[in-house]
């Protein structure tokens, strides 16, 4: 049976893709499958805490007792994040959220016979950075990172950059790590600069891993 230790807290998980439209036909995303994202909702739930989901687009049925909130685009996850962080203890984001957007998606579908466009892609916005400017005190903030180079240097810089507690880092060059597969292989990276290599797992068990080691800041009292 499961360590109920997650009892009367509520924890934010996000998950899967973005898609930024090019036209209504077409979108700009990536390989995440949401895998990783689902498995802590589930492993979060199954510890007692209260479970908001915020997915983008995957083939995965919402988990049981969980509360669920499909999106697409990262304006909308943005959205749904910002109205549900206020009361959570913890946000987890292990979505992949797009880092780019076409600037002007048409309104129409793009024509072949207009010959091959030229796409402007603008930033979306940083919905962690945004969390970790609003975050409460007592809140955890952890952050995903799916690199393929200069892992620890990055993670380091963006803990402080983004005011996070705990960067989840995903080498997604290794076979059994990252996107679309059922296992991973990750580094934690915590804000004081430990760092902890974990062996490959069944993203389930990654799941628990992180939720073992949720880096819960002391919040200081009022004095009564
Ligand atoms: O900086 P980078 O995109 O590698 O950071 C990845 C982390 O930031 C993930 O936790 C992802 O969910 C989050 N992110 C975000 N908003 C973005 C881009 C990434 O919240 N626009």
Redesign the pocket.
Known sequence: AARRDLEGRTVLV?AGPTREPLDPIRFLSNRSSGKMGFALAEAARDRGARVVLVTGPVHLPDPAGVQVIRVET?AQMLEAVLRHAPAADAVI???????FRPARPAAHKIKKEAGAPVVELEP??????E?GRRKAPGQVLV?????TQDLLENANR?IRE?NLDLIVLNDVTQPGAGFEVDTNIVTLVYRDGRHEALPPMPKRQVADAILDRLPWPRVRREAD
């Open positions: 996000t990262a984001k292990a979505a992949a959220v797009a880092d979306t916005p940083d919905i962690l950075k969390l952050g995903f990172a799916a690199e963006k983004k």
